[in-house]
């Protein structure tokens, strides 16, 4: 394999990198409401089942009002 081929492979690669690491820091922005909606429903009610829901239902929400 040329040279070139090498190059293109590692440009192909680098944007997909740089493309799944937009994506997780998106979707970190995005979840960052959920995980302090969470927080603050555990510190009122000690309970993480409660906490895991109010995280799932603000972080499908925040998902749904991004389509």
């Known amino acids: ?3 070139l081929g090498y190059d293109l492979m ?4 680098l944007i ?3 493309l799944v690491i937009i994506f ?3 979707m970190v922005l995005v979840l960052i ?3 302090l909606v969470s ?3 555990w510190w009122l009610t000690g309970s993480t089942w409660w906490a895991g829901l109010a995280f799932l239902i603000v972080a499908a929400l925040s998902i749904l ?3």
Request: overall charge positive.
């Open 16 to 18: 997909i990198l740089g």
């Open 65 to 67: 009002k991004k389509l």
């Open 10 to 13: 590692g440009l192909i690669g």
């Open 39 to 41: 927080f603050v429903v």
């Open 1 to 3: 394999m040329s040279l």
């Open 24 to 26: 997780i820091v998106r």
């Open 33 to 35: 409401p959920a995980a």
